[in-house]
């Protein structure tokens, strides 16, 4: 099997939870990953123990514009690199997570090898509706991706985060963090470098957290910083500058403020949290989406990244985190919209493609 979703954590996280997942269903497959020096698979994919072959990146405008003229030359390149790999490595699957590394991949797979789709977005980009167009199968994280005929699977994630059970590992982990080992966590992230707005916002309303009994575990970004003044006597305010270990993030906290990116998202619903999205401001309106359907159930709240201020925060996040009743039924309504056997179901779409 040959998975192919470089460039970001959204596209490559999902590829090494379908190669763990094949790899758990059958044991004698071989999985090599596609990737480009740039991207974060250049670092991720070896980590977890899988071979790395690396193509020409093709930046894929996320829309039909003029820049599309420029791609033919581009294309081109990459896709007879990918053939040859393809054919070096006796590919009998290709799977494409979307991004810069699939469109050469399901052009030189095309006719060749089978090819199956995923897409973990609310809105499908440019390289998934080329790849769907022959994918034998094609597979989405939500309704109405934009993708024909797919199939709603959610987002293949890690064994670590799908068998988590937090209640079980909940002692330890606030002992990791230095956290109370009974008072109510809010954890805070704001993807892998941290965001700005969730950093101001959040820790200047350390105060109003502290005298409401709340503990917060915040991940700030390893170039950001937050300052602090620790209350005495109450819950800890425990900045981080990045989690290695977000199993262990997820079982200290009771709730989480968050961005909403696909994978962000997918996780949060799958371990049962309580979420306080703040979308990114930028882009074309995507992550509102991907967060729309556990709001909708009742398990997150949404918030505009330009309307996330410290008062806001004191006002509605601490008395949120502070009613264990409404986080527990919150609890349940995101569960109810997670997938956490995605990974799984995606492998053996993609063991009954090799076997067709």
């Not at 090599?32 to 894929?60: K, N, Q």
């Not at 917060?216 to 620790?230: D, I, R, S």
């Not at 209350?231 to 900045?239: E, G, L, R, S």
Request: aromatic content about 4%.
């Amino acid at each position: 099997m040959v998975v192919a979703g470089g460039g970001t954590a959204g596209h490559i996280e999902p590829a090494l939870a379908l190669a763990d997942a094949v790899m758990r269903l059958r044991p004698d497959a071989r999985v090599v990953a596609l990737g480009t020096e740039r991207g974060l698979e250049s670092r991720l994919v070896p980590a977890r123990g899988y071979p790395l072959e690396l193509i020409p990146p093709v930046p894929m405008p996320r829309k039909p514009t003029a820049d599309l003229l420029k791609l033919p030359l581009k294309v081109r390149g990459a896709v007879k690199q990918t053939r040859d790999v393809l054919e070096r490595v006796g590919a009998d699957v290709v799977v494409g997570f979307g991004g810069y590394v699939s469109l050469p991949a399901y052009l030189a797979a095309r006719g060749r090898v089978p090819i199956v789709v995923h897409e973990a977005n609310a809105k499908s980009g440019l390289a998934n509706k080329v790849g769907a167009k022959f994918a034998e199968r094609v597979a989405a994280a939500v309704p109405d991706s934009g993708l024909s005929d797919a199939r709603v699977i959610g987002i293949p994630l890690r064994h670590s985060i799908t068998t988590l059970n937090r209640a079980a590992l909940r002692a330890e982990a606030r002992r990791a963090f230095g956290l109370h080992p009974t008072a109510p966590v809010l954890l805070v992230f704001g993807g892998s470098q941290g965001a700005r707005s969730i950093n101001t916002a959040v820790s200047a309303a350390a105060p109003a957290f502290a005298a409401a009994g709340i503990g917060v575990l915040h991940a700030h970004g390893p170039k950001n910083t937050v300052a602090v003044q620790q209350v005495p006597n109450t819950p800890a305010y425990v900045p981080v500058p990045y989690l290695e270990r977000m199993d262990l993030a997820y079982a200290a906290a009771d709730a989480v403020l968050c961005r909403s990116g696909a994978m962000t998202v997918a996780e949060v619903s799958a371990v049962g949290l309580p979420a306080i999205f703040v979308p990114l401001p930028h882009g074309n309106g995507e992550q509102a989406l991907n967060a729309n359907p556990v709001v909708a159930a009742g398990g997150g709240v949404l918030i505009p990244d330009e309307q996330l201020t410290p008062e806001w925060v004191a006002a509605t996040v601490v008395p949120l985190v502070a009613d264990r009743q409404r986080l527990a039924a919150m609890s349940a309504a995101t569960l109810s919209t997670g997938h956490r056997e995605a990974d799984v179901v995606l492998a053996r779409m993609v063991l009954e493609v090799v076997k067709k």
